[in-house]
């Protein structure tokens, strides 16, 4: 039977398959099916007090808009026009017909990928474009890559950025211009002989039974393919197809997990209590722009809402940059909120805005109220052309006209208006746009629900797919998804920043629809996976990954003339594994494993087994298996080394006894390579170990995160990672005397060197009232050096847990080595720094009202990166009296 689902410009809410949840926490919300209806409500402005749309632009009963709300018809604009800033516009019509073995539908990242792979496995690949650019958001502005834990990125994904190395004469580069990442993607597709089709937007669908026979683009141009690829954010053609996939936040109680649903946490939250109401103390007055009335809902239930969108803005200091404009429709208003924060003492909405080559950066949201256009996006998932494309340029007013009110409007303090105004946009970026990236940053949309969910079971290593296709590693991690009140005051609802255990599979299971539902078609961005795993998976490597291996499934399931469901998952781990895909963690765990401990003492002996694992479907032969080790430590067999045979599936194992040598510093990293060699084949594998000289009494340590302490004398190493120290984030090492400052104390440090795994990476002294109480002691406050931009002194004002405000002693280059001194009298804290050791220069100081009178002092450092360990070297800590 043939039957044709049509997406009337856009997969309409009737083809979808919901998943029911129990009320009242529904995971799904009504959308709006015909075009136009999105497009007037936020033309109306902002929801009521109620949080519902004014009157003018409601939708009737049914769902449907009045009819004001139809479009008015406008004209094509050709390939040789510029439409300027928008999501959709017209395009001319392009009919005819293309077939191909493969169809990817999407001009992601992932669709990038997985048409190039597709196109190496010797298919024909007809790549079906959206907008006019290639790369989604690896080239719209997201230059600073979220990484995880780079180790575990491997394949085409590992491939793209040592080509954005080799343009920067480096091996691999995760920071990265966005006109470079485009013509990274421009030239890769036309490598591999990938036929691109820009500016063609999916209709509808052909069905025949339960495959996809053809995709129809507005255009009408029609693509016949054996095997197609959702590439795309939002799952357009997986919802076109009448897969089901779910909207919205689960409650914690449908998967069993911790950190779904409402979330009232510390991570970019308000840290003043602000007045919410236009008249302030006149609750009748209305509600200030950008809070919702809605309630706030209890923890872990689940909703319809998803985290929050923005554009990542590449901006520069240059002598040539682009003023920031002002956006049609700006209204001073929206910003109130804003200027009483800043009123209030806090002034943090740009500061992540991270170093890129060639004087650029890329700024994202950061603080309580920043580039994040939080609540404004509800119905991006399911909504039709003329919805999304009001949302998009909701945003764009949004998030210029913060821009522009933060550098031009007289309420201001003149210091931030100086700040905001040494920054603009770039002369060489998205000249087709003034300077402003194209594409909104589609976090979140909808998520298929596969025959597998990734949840946060899989993330905290409680379970793990027996199928993985690749590895995600970044934190879970959701922007906020409302502003509400609670207790009076305005409140962010949604943020989540917790680390995974460590690098994870994703399932085969969850880049394809339930068995039954589709069998060819298999899904790269929205994959199947709670809200709270999704946002550690939605990451560009990862999702460049999910491409890799939907490419050679798609090539298997058509040489094996198989629906995707039934690939077979030893051949597709094979064929992956063979293309230095990284499956399991550590690297090639499946096949060598490493039981080994993760520190090791100096001069002293331990055991380091090695167990290969045959996955081939025969037997191999000869096999021989060896450990590698840095020069000066010593490596001798316990077991034999070399098997004549072994048998699918069995296994073969190798002790040695291993002694490490003394470090250049007290701590150090060092890396064991294993290898496993047989007759027409072999494998590698690493295990990187941390070298320790012990830390001695009265000394001790403690840790928020991964980290290692030596010390050899009055020399003190800390070797860790840590992603920040700063509103609600709080992960450090170090090293400490328990209780040993009081009312009347003085610290000092040599700060000797800092890896510089980030511009903003920190080490230097601390006081805190109990450092093993990361995220909940208070009294506490630092005094710290960066890798550049010099110190800061910063500490937890407002009794939260975690530092908030800060001073700062700005340096280019940063000092190194630095001499630092903290220093306490009663309840002030005063930090001061000195080049030479002996002229001292005052940073400032602060009043610390929680400060015990017995505290914890000593040195901390904080990598300010996850993936990776950095090493801080300090000499001479004292503390007097």
Same mark, same amino acid.
């Given at each position: 039977?043939?039957?044709? +689902?049509?997406?009337?410009?856009?997969?309409?809410?009737?083809?979808?398959?919901?998943?029911?949840?129990?009320?009242?926490?529904?995971?799904?919300?009504?959308?709006?099916?015909?075009?136009?209806?999105?497009?007037?409500?936020?033309?109306?402005?902002?929801?009521?007090?109620?949080?519902?749309?004014?009157?003018?632009?409601?939708?009737?009963?049914?769902?449907?808009?009045?009819?004001?709300?139809?479009?008015?018809?406008?004209?094509?604009?050709?390939?040789?026009?510029?439409?300027?800033?928008?999501?959709?516009?017209?395009?001319?019509?392009?009919?005819?017909?293309?077939?191909?073995?493969?169809?990817?539908?999407?001009?992601?990242?992932?669709?990038?990928?997985?048409?190039?792979?597709?196109?190496?496995?010797?298919?024909?690949?007809?790549?079906?474009?959206?907008?006019?650019?290639?790369?989604?958001?690896?080239?719209?502005?997201?230059?600073?890559?979220?990484?995880?834990?780079?180790?575990?990125?491997?394949?085409?994904?590992?491939?793209?950025?040592?080509?954005?190395?080799?343009?920067?004469?480096?091996?691999?580069?995760?920071?990265?211009?966005?006109?470079?990442?485009?013509?990274?993607?421009?030239?890769?597709?036309?490598?591999?002989?990938?036929?691109?089709?820009?500016?063609?937007?999916?209709?509808?669908?052909?069905?025949?039974?339960?495959?996809?026979?053809?995709?129809?683009?507005?255009?009408?141009?029609?693509?016949?393919?054996?095997?197609? @690829?959702?590439?795309?954010?939002?799952?357009?053609?997986?919802?076109?197809?009448?897969?089901?996939?779910?909207?919205?936040?689960?409650?914690?109680?449908?998967?069993?997990?911790?950190?779904?649903?409402? #979330?009232?946490?510390?991570?970019? #939250?308000? #840290?003043?209590?602000?007045?919410?109401?236009?008249?302030?103390?006149?609750?009748?007055?209305?509600?200030?722009?950008?809070?919702?009335?809605?309630?706030?809902?209890?923890?872990?239930?689940?909703?319809?809402?998803?985290?929050?969108?923005?554009?990542?803005?590449?901006? *520069?200091?240059?002598?040539?940059?682009?003023?920031?404009?002002?956006?049609?429709?700006?209204?001073?208003?929206?910003?109130?909120?804003?200027?009483?924060?800043?009123?209030?003492?806090?002034?943090?909405?740009?500061? &992540?805005? *991270?170093?890129?080559?060639?004087?650029?950066?890329?700024?994202?949201?950061?603080?309580?109220?920043?580039?994040?256009? @939080?609540?404004?996006?509800?119905?991006?998932?399911?909504?039709?052309?003329?919805?999304?494309?009001?949302?998009?340029?909701?945003?764009?007013?949004?998030?210029?006209?913060?821009?522009?009110?933060?550098?031009?409007?007289?309420?201001?303090?003149?210091?931030?208006?100086?700040?905001?105004?040494?920054?603009?946009?770039?002369?060489?970026?998205?000249?087709?746009?003034?300077?402003?990236?194209?594409?909104?940053?589609?976090?979140?949309?909808?998520?298929?629900?596969?025959?597998?969910?990734?949840?946060?079971?899989?993330?905290?290593?409680?379970?793990?797919?027996?199928?993985?296709?690749?590895?995600?590693?970044?934190?879970?991690?959701?922007?906020?998804?409302?502003?509400?009140?609670?207790?009076?005051?305005?409140?962010?609802?949604?943020?989540?920043?917790?680390?995974?255990?460590?690098?994870?599979?994703?399932?085969?299971?969850?880049?394809?629809?339930?068995?039954?539902?589709?069998?060819?078609?298999?899904?790269?961005?929205?994959?199947?996976?709670?809200?709270?795993?999704?946002?550690?998976?939605?990451?560009?490597?990862?999702?460049?990954?999910?491409?890799?291996?939907?490419?050679?499934?798609?090539?298997?399931?058509?040489?094996?003339?198989?629906?995707?469901?039934?690939?077979?998952?030893?051949?597709?781990?094979?064929?992956?594994? =063979?293309?230095?895909?990284?499956?399991?963690?550590?690297?090639?765990?499946?096949?060598?494993?490493?039981?080994?401990?993760?520190? &090791?003492?100096?001069?002293?002996?331990?055991?380091?087994?090695?167990?290969?694992?045959?996955?081939?479907?025969?037997?191999?032969?000869?096999?021989?298996?060896?450990?590698?080790?840095?020069?000066?430590?010593?490596?001798?067999?316990?077991?034999?080394?070399?098997?004549?045979?072994?048998?699918?599936?069995?296994?073969?194992?190798?002790?040695?006894?291993?002694?490490?040598?003394?470090?250049?510093?007290?701590?150090?990293?060092?890396?064991?390579?294993?290898?496993?060699?047989?007759?027409?084949?072999?494998?590698?594998?690493?295990?990187?170990?941390?070298?320790?000289?012990?830390?001695?009494?009265?000394?001790?340590?403690?840790?928020?995160?991964?980290?290692?302490?030596?010390?050899?004398?009055?020399? %003190?190493? @800390?070797?860790?990672?840590?992603?920040?120290?700063?509103?609600?984030?709080?992960?450090?090492?170090? +090293?400490?005397?328990?209780?040993?400052?009081?009312?009347?104390?003085?610290?000092?440090?040599?700060?000797?060197?800092?890896?510089?795994?980030?511009?903003?990476?920190?080490?230097?002294?601390?006081?805190?009232?109990?450092?093993?109480?990361?995220?909940?002691?208070?009294?506490? @406050?630092?005094?710290?050096?960066?890798?550049?931009?010099? &110190? &800061?002194?910063?500490?937890?004002?407002?009794?939260?847990?975690?530092?908030?405000?800060?001073?700062?002693?700005?340096?280019?280059?940063?000092?190194?080595?630095?001499?630092?001194?903290? =220093?306490?009298?009663?309840?002030?804290?005063?930090?001061?720094?000195?080049?030479?050791?002996?002229?001292?220069?005052?940073?400032?100081?602060?009043?610390?009202?929680?400060?015990?009178?017995?505290?914890?002092?000593?040195?901390?450092?904080?990598?300010?990166?996850?993936?990776? %360990?950095?090493?801080?070297?300090?000499?001479?800590?004292?503390?007097?009296?």
């Amino acid at each position: 039977m043939i039957s044709t +689902i049509r997406a009337k410009r856009f997969p309409a809410a009737a083809v979808r398959k919901v998943m029911r949840m129990p009320a009242p926490e529904p995971t799904r919300r009504t959308v709006l099916g015909a075009a136009g209806a999105g497009a007037l409500w936020l033309a109306a402005g902002a929801p009521s007090a109620a949080g519902a749309p004014s009157a003018a632009g409601a939708p009737s009963a049914a769902g449907a808009p009045s009819a004001a709300t139809t479009p008015v018809a406008e004209a094509a604009i050709g390939p040789d026009q510029n439409p300027g800033l928008r999501y959709w516009y017209p395009v001319p019509r392009a009919p005819g017909i293309v077939r191909t073995d493969v169809c990817v539908y999407g001009g992601t990242s992932a669709g990038v990928t997985a048409a190039v792979r597709a196109a190496q496995a010797g298919r024909s690949v007809a790549l079906v474009v959206f907008g006019r650019h290639l790369g989604g958001l690896s080239s719209a502005g997201l230059g600073a890559t979220d990484t995880g834990r780079i180790e575990s990125i491997g394949g085409l994904s590992r491939g793209f950025y040592r080509r954005l190395g080799a343009h920067y004469g480096r091996p691999e580069s995760f920071t990265f211009e966005p006109h470079v990442a485009e013509q990274t993607f421009d030239a890769w597709v036309e490598e591999a002989g990938v036929q691109v089709f820009r500016e063609h937007r999916l209709e509808d669908v052909r069905m025949v039974g339960d495959r996809i026979h053809s995709l129809r683009a507005e255009n009408g141009k029609v693509f016949v393919a054996g095997a197609f @690829i959702d590439a795309s954010y939002e799952g357009d053609l997986m919802a076109a197809a009448g897969v089901g996939y779910t909207v919205g936040r689960e409650a914690n109680s449908t998967y069993g997990e911790t950190l779904n649903g409402v #979330q009232f946490r510390s991570g970019h #939250q308000f #840290q003043r209590q602000l007045d919410p109401y236009v008249v302030p103390g006149d609750p009748a007055s209305g509600l200030l722009p950008g809070i919702s009335a809605d309630a706030p809902g209890a923890t872990g239930q689940g909703d319809h809402r998803i985290q929050a969108f923005n554009f990542r803005v590449c901006l *520069t200091r240059a002598a040539d940059r682009r003023p920031f404009p002002q956006p049609p429709g700006y209204d001073p208003d929206r910003y109130e909120l804003l200027l009483r924060y800043i009123r209030a003492g806090v002034w943090d909405a740009m500061r &992540l805005n *991270t170093p890129m080559p060639n004087g650029k950066t890329d700024m994202n949201n950061n603080g309580a109220v920043s580039t994040d256009n @939080i609540g404004r996006n509800y119905d991006w998932p399911d909504g039709d052309h003329a919805t999304r494309e009001a949302i998009f340029q909701d945003h764009v007013t949004y998030q210029q006209g913060l821009l522009w009110f933060l550098a031009n409007d007289p309420r201001v303090p003149e210091a931030i208006r100086a700040e905001v105004n040494g920054w603009g946009l770039t002369n060489d970026e998205f000249p087709a746009t003034a300077g402003w990236s194209h594409e909104l940053y589609i976090r979140e949309a909808r998520r298929m629900l596969g025959d597998y969910v990734v949840t946060e079971h899989d993330c905290r290593w409680t379970v793990a797919a027996p199928d993985p296709i690749a590895l995600a590693s970044y934190t879970m991690d959701s922007h906020n998804c409302a502003r509400v009140l609670v207790g009076g005051f305005p409140r962010n609802e949604g943020d989540v920043q917790v680390p995974p255990a460590g690098p994870y599979g994703l399932s085969y299971r969850a880049i394809v629809p339930r068995r039954g539902e589709c069998s060819n078609l298999l899904v790269t961005c929205a994959i199947s996976a709670s809200h709270i795993a999704f946002g550690s998976a939605r990451m560009e490597p990862v999702f460049m990954a999910t491409g890799h291996a939907a490419a050679v499934a798609a090539d298997l399931a058509l040489s094996g003339g198989i629906a995707v469901q039934d690939v077979p998952y030893p051949a597709l781990r094979q064929r992956l594994r =063979a293309d230095r895909m990284v499956l399991t963690w550590p690297p090639n765990a499946g096949v060598l494993t490493f039981e080994a401990a993760d520190e &090791l003492r100096p001069a002293v002996a331990a055991d380091v087994t090695v167990t290969f694992v045959n996955e081939e479907a025969a037997t191999v032969s000869a096999v021989r298996l060896a450990l590698a080790a840095p020069a000066g430590w010593t490596v001798t067999p316990s077991t034999p080394t070399e098997a004549a045979a072994v048998e699918p599936g069995a296994e073969f194992a190798v002790t040695w006894r291993v002694t490490a040598a003394a470090p250049a510093e007290p701590v150090a990293q060092a890396t064991l390579d294993a290898t496993v060699a047989y007759d027409g084949g072999g494998h590698s594998a690493q295990h990187v170990v941390a070298v320790a000289e012990p830390v001695q009494a009265p000394l001790t340590t403690a840790a928020s995160t991964r980290a290692h302490f030596g010390q050899r004398g009055g020399r %003190l190493a @800390i070797l860790g990672n840590g992603a920040d120290l700063w509103t609600g984030v709080d992960q450090y090492g170090a +090293i400490f005397l328990d209780g040993a400052a009081g009312p009347a104390t003085t610290a000092t440090v040599t700060v000797v060197s800092q890896e510089a795994t980030d511009p903003n990476a920190r080490a230097g002294l601390v006081f805190r009232n109990d450092l093993r109480g990361a995220g909940t002691s208070t009294g506490y @406050i630092a005094l710290v050096v960066k890798p550049a931009n010099g &110190l &800061l002194l910063i500490w937890d004002g407002d009794g939260s847990g975690t530092v908030e405000s800060v001073l700062r002693a700005e340096l280019n280059p940063s000092p190194s080595p630095v001499h630092l001194r903290l =220093a306490r009298n009663g309840q002030r804290f005063t930090g001061s720094y000195s080049v030479d050791g002996t002229t001292w220069l005052t940073i400032g100081a602060a009043d610390l009202p929680t400060a015990a009178a017995t505290q914890d002092v000593g040195v901390l450092s904080c990598a300010h990166v996850q993936d990776r %360990l950095g090493l801080a070297v300090f000499e001479d800590l004292t503390v007097s009296p």
